[in-house]
DNA sequence: AGTAACGTATTGAATGTTCATTCGGTATGC
DNA sequence: GCATACCGAATGAACATTCAATACGTTACT
């Protein structure tokens, strides 16, 4: 691996476990077996390799949603998206711990979260469609995308924190749920 | 207003727009009109007074949560519970901001979040008894309070980050959102 | 009432540490 | 020989916390 991409991921391993106040470039240098030096020859200073971890990771949200993706059944799509989400920040708790507990302002500016809506308007277009469709019950997307996101990562919270194992019968429910408050009332 | 109460309003309203890092101790002494040494006369260390506020406002909740609460009815119940929290949230945005973005850890240590769990304890109950009645389905308490909890958020995000005018119809989507997520099915 | 003694409240300059960032220099590959 | 990668000691600023000194208020004794 090379140094830039060892400097990314040791920032983020140490950020996420002490916060970015209280880790020192220094630390970062040591466990990532270079120089400080090296690592100001990447960046230009701290914050911007923070604003290239949100990127990345925003960057695999737009990705890791909509694959796999079935054709036809909507509620079978939201799951399939559900699912994706769920499992990209369980399998990944230090992107998961990183969006919750560091990417909040002032950290990451209003302009870096501007940057990254491109990555992830696929969603809001199948979201769209499906309240057109009438597979979705009429409110507006804003409402429904931040009330999906927040299932998600209560599911996700209740997981990493461990205070619910989280077997796959307790994913199905919350997953029922989510579906649930969304859903047309037909 | 006594120092120590200044001390705590202005340490509030400081970090929850600066950051606790970036909110030196010398800036909360000046905005409060008090000299350094006076706030270390009250307070141990910078990090209890971020800890006495995080009690004061989960106090609050406690105390919020069931006010005004109706007879009879659990939907009605429900409603109220959940508009207070809305309420108190969209009504003390630092407290909101607070909560979501400068009390996590390690800023907040698990042994203060223990600390806390009883004075919430009481709408724990009213959730087992919800579903003990079959208003609500049949999932893990711990479930159904981090996913309502997650959708009051949801809303008072939407709000405060204005993108979303969230009149009173659009509150009242939300709720219903949140309703039939956790509702028997019957 | 006068005053001595004592604890509590308040002050802000001084201390010592920690840290982000710089920069002059050395290695490496082209 | 030029450019890019890399190094880490040195710099200077920022900060949390300490502390010696001062003010204030209250009790307690004459």
């Known amino acids: 691996m090379d140094k830039k991409q060892r400097i990314i991921i040791t920032m983020l391993e140490l950020v996420v476990k002490q916060g970015v106040h209280a880790t020192p470039m220094s630390q970062v240098a040591k466990e990532a077996n270079v120089a400080v030096g090296t690592i100001y020859h990447y960046f230009e200073n701290k914050n911007q390799i923070i604003e290239e971890i949100y990127m990345m990771i925003v960057k695999d949200y737009g ?5 796999n993706l079935p054709e ?23 992107a998961y711990k990183f969006i919750e507990y560091v990417a909040v302002p002032p950290i990451i500016s209003k302009e870096i979260v501007k940057q990254s809506i491109p990555y992830i308007s696929n969603i809001r277009d199948i979201f769209l469609d499906g309240i057109k469709n009438k597979h979705l019950r009429d409110v507006p997307v804003k409402l429904m995308l931040q009330m999906t996101f927040g299932d998600v990562v209560s599911a996700v919270r209740l997981k990493i924190k461990e205070e619910l194992e989280m077997a796959n019968d307790h994913i199905d429910l919350a997953l029922e749920m989510s579906w649930d408050s969304i859903k047309h009332k037909g």
Chains 1, 2 share one sequence.
């Open 63 to 67: 990705v890791v949603l909509i694959a």
């Open 72 to 94: 036809g059944d909507f509620k079978k799509q939201y799951k399939t998206m559900w699912l994706n989400l769920y499992n990209y920040f369980v399998g990944n708790p230090l």
